[in-house]
C-alpha cells in the first residue's frame, strides 16, 4: 500500500494547487497515471503471481519466485480494496491531460480494466472456479516448467513456493464448499472432466508430477533431489489426491446439472460482465447475438457459393460434407497432423510477410499436449514468452485427428501462429515504452479477434491449398456469438445448442461436448473472436472507402499492431486518427 499513499498524498497536493497556472500545475498527470498503474500491477501480482509467465512478465517484471496464487478470502477481499482506492484515484485524473502514445494506452486499457473487474465481482468467480480449460491442474504446470532453479537461491525458492501449494488446495476446498451452501457450483460435466486431469497427473509417480518439472534440471544437489523427493511424496502427491476426493464425493453430487450461467445466482447479470470483460466494450448478450446471427448468414452465403464453384453443389450440409468427406483433405495419422502442421509454419510466415512492413523474429515451434492432457477437452492454444527466453509454443490438439481436415488446420495454424497471435503478440512484446500492465490486461477481443482476422488475411495470401480452406473458413466463424448467449441468456438446450454447432461442420457427435464443455465453463469468451475480427474488418473496410487507392495494407496493419492490445473503443479511435490524417495528407 505504499505507493497508494504515495497517491493519495500526490492528489492532496493537486488539490491545493488550483491557483497555480497550466504550465506548473498542481501534480503531473503522468505520474500519478504511472503511480496507479504500479500500484495495480503490484496488487494483481500480489493476488495473482503466476500471472507473470501466463502474460510473459518475465522480461519486464521481477518475478517473487517462492510465491503461490493467493485465493484466500482475505487475500480478495484485501485486493478489492485496493483497487477500489486505486479506481477512485483513477478517475480524478484529467484524460485530456494525458498525452503521449504509451500513456494514452495506459489511461485506456486501465480505465476499462477497472469498469470490468469490478463488474465481475457479481460473478463471485472464486465460488466456483472448477475449470477444465484453465484451473490450476493444466495452468500451474506452466510455472513448475519456467521455475529457474540455477543457483542454491533460485532452489530454495522454488521448494519454497511449491511447498505452499497444499495450502492452495485447501483454500481451493473451502471456497467451493462456501459456493455450494451458497448456491454456486460448475456443471457435472466440466468438473467430470477436472476429475480426470486430477487423474492423470495422479497416475504418474509422485516424483515425476508436472507441478515439479523444474527439479529434473538439476543435477549434483543430492539435498535439493531429496528435499524434492519428500515434497512431492509426502505433501504434494497427497493434497491433489485428497482434493479429487473432495471435488468427486463431496462436490460433484451438488454441482449442477446445467450449462448455462443462469442456473448460479445473478448468472444473468454475471454474463453480462462477463462479456464486457472479454470485448473490452459495453455491447452486451443481445447486440452480440443479432450481430452473430447476420454474420452466419453471409457467411452460409459464402460457403454456398464457393461450393457452386467447387462442387456444383448449392446445399449447404452437402458442401461441408463433401469437404470433410475427400480422403485428401484427412489425415492417416497423429503424427501426420502435426507434421503437416510443422511443415506449414515457415510457409505461412514467407506468405503473409508482403502484408506488413515487418515480421517479428522470434521463432514458433509446434508441440502437442503432454499425455496429462490428451483427452480432457483442451483447445489448441498459443503459449507466449518474451523473445529473450526462446521460441514460442503453437500447442496443437491432436485428440480428434481423425475427424480433422487439412483445411482445417491450415485454419488454426494460421489462427495461433502467423498471421495470427504469434505475429501480434511477438510484436506486441517487442514494442517500447510501454507500461507492463498493458501487457497483462490486453484485450480479449483485440487478441482473438485479430487472429480470427489473420484467417481471412492468409486466404488474401494464398496460404491454403485449395478452396476447402476457404469454405472451412467461413463455415465457423459468428457462431460463438450466437451459440454462447443462446446457452447463457435465451435457455437454449444442450441439443439444440450442439445441433448449431454441428451444422457448421466442424463438429459432429463424437466432439461436440467438448465445445459446449468449453462454453460452460469460460462464459462469453467464446463471443470474442468474432466480435474483435469484425471491428478489425470494419476499420479496414472503412480505411478502404476513405483512402481509396491510397489505402497501403502494411500501414494499416502497422497501426492496429502498434500499441498492443488496446481495448476495442481505443482501437476505433487510434486507427479513425490515422484515416483523418492520411485523407487530410491528399
Given amino acids: 500500500m505504499k505507493r497508494i499513499l504515495a497517491i493519495a498524498l500526490l492528489s492532496l497536493a493537486s ?3 488550483d491557483n497555480e497556472d497550466e504550465a506548473g500545475t498542481s501534480v503531473d498527470q503522468s505520474a500519478q497515471l504511472h503511480e496507479i498503474a504500479d500500484s495495480y500491477l ?3 501480482l500480489t493476488l495473482s503471481p503466476f500471472s507473470v509467465v501466463y502474460a ?10 517462492a510465491a503461490m496464487e493467493d485465493n484466500s478470502p482475505a487475500g480478495l477481499a484485501r485486493f478489492q480494496r485496493e483497487e477500489d482506492i486505486l479506481a477512485q484515484h483513477f478517475e480524478s485524473l484529467d484524460p485530456a491531460a494525458i498525452s503521449g502514445r504509451a ?3 495506459l489511461y485506456e486499457t486501465l480505465k476499462e480494466q477497472f469498469a470490468a473487474s469490478r463488474g465481475l465481482r457479481i460473478c463471485r468467480l472464486n465460488l466456483w472456479g472448477v475449470n477444465h480449460m484453465s484451473g490450476w491442474q493444466n495452468s500451474f504446470a506452466a510455472v513448475a516448467k519456467a521455475q529457474p532453479v540455477a543457483t542454491p537461491v533460485e ?11 497444499p495450502d492452495y488446495l485447501k483454500n481451493e476446498k473451502a471456497n467451493l464448499a462456501a459456493g455450494l451452501a451458497a448456491g454456486y457450483s460448475a456443471p457435472k460435466r466440466v468438473v467430470n472432466r477436472v476429475i480426470a486431469q486430477i487423474d492423470a497427473l495422479l497416475a504418474a509417480p509422485a516424483i515425476e508430477s508436472p507441478l515439479l518439472a523444474f527439479a529434473s534440471g538439476v543435477e549434483g544437489d543430492e539435498k535439493f533431489s531429496a528435499a524434492i523427493s519428500r515434497l512431492a511424496e509426502n505433501e504434494i502427491a497427497p493434497a491433489i489426491a485428497d482434493f479429487r476426493d473432495f471435488l468427486h464425493d463431496d462436490y460433484l453430487p451438488h454441482a449442477r446439472d446445467a450449462l448455462s450461467i443462469r ?3 445473478d448468472g444473468a447479470a454475471c454474463y453480462e460482465a462477463m462479456l464486457r470483460a472479454y470485448h473490452t466494450a459495453q455491447i452486451g448478450g443481445e447486440a452480440t447475438f443479432k450481430r452473430g446471427s447476420a454474420q452466419v448468414a453471409a457467411n452460409r452465403a459464402q460457403v454456398v457459393q464457393r461450393g457452386e464453384a467447387l462442387f456444383g453443389e448449392s446445399d449447404f450440409a452437402t458442401i461441408l460434407a463433401r469437404v470433410k468427406a475427400d480422403p485428401a483433405n484427412r489425415f492417416r495419422s497423429e503424427s501426420e497432423l502435426i507434421e503437416f502442421t510443422r511443415a506449414l509454419e515457415p510457409v505461412a510466415r514467407e506468405k503473409i510477410a508482403p502484408f506488413f512492413s515487418a515480421l517479428p523474429a522470434q521463432p514458433l515451434i509446434v508441440e502437442p499436449f503432454p499425455e496429462f492432457l490428451k483427452g480432457t477437452g483442451q483447445s489448441s492454444r498459443y503459449e507466449p514468452k518474451p523473445a529473450a527466453q526462446g521460441a514460442a509454443t503453437y500447442r496443437i490438439d491432436t485428440d480428434d485427428w481423425e475427424s480433422q481436415t487439412k483445411g482445417e488446420a491450415e485454419i488454426v495454424l494460421v489462427h495461433e501462429g502467423w498471421p495470427g497471435h504469434h505475429l501480434q503478440i511477438a510484436t506486441a512484446y517487442s514494442l517500447e515504452g510501454l507500461h507492463p500492465l498493458t501487457r497483462l490486461f490486453g484485450s480479449t477481443a483485440y487478441i482473438e479477434g485479430w487472429a480470427r482476422y489473420a484467417e481471412g488475411l492468409a486466404e488474401e495470401a494464398g496460404l491454403y491449398a485449395n478452396g476447402y480452406g476457404a469454405i472451412s473458413r467461413r463455415s465457423w466463424p459468428a457462431r460463438g456469438m450466437v451459440v454462447d448467449p443462446g446457452i447463457h441468456l435465451y435457455g437454449w438446450s444442450n441439443e439444440a445448442a450442439a445441433a448449431f454447432l454441428m451444422e457448421s461442420g466442424r ?3 463424437t466432439n461436440v461436448d467438448t465445445m459446449l464443455d468449453r462454453i460452460a465453463a469460460m462464459p462469453g469468451q467464446l463471443t470474442a473472436y468474432d466480435t474483435g475480427a469484425l471491428e478489425i474488418a470494419a476499420l479496414r473496410a472503412k480505411a478502404v472507402s476513405c483512402l481509396g487507392a491510397r489505402f497501403d495494407i502494411q500501414a494499416f ?4 499492431l502498434e500499441n498492443g492490445a488496446v481495448p476495442l473503443g481505443a482501437l476505433r479511435r487510434h486507427v479513425e486518427e490515422w484515416i483523418d490524417d492520411e485523407a487530410a495528407a491528399r
Fill in 15 to 17: 488539490a491545493c494547487a
Fill in 42 to 44: 503490484e496488487a494483481s
Fill in 56 to 65: 510473459g512478465l518475465g522480461d519486464v517484471v521481477k518475478e517473487d519466485l
Fill in 103 to 105: 500513456d494514452w494506452v
Fill in 155 to 165: 532452489r530454495a525458492m522454488a521448494i519454497a513456493r511449491w511447498r505452499r501449494f
Fill in 263 to 265: 442456473a448460479v445466482p
Fill in 507 to 509: 463438429f459432429d457427435e
Fill in 557 to 560: 496493419h502497422d497501426r492496429i
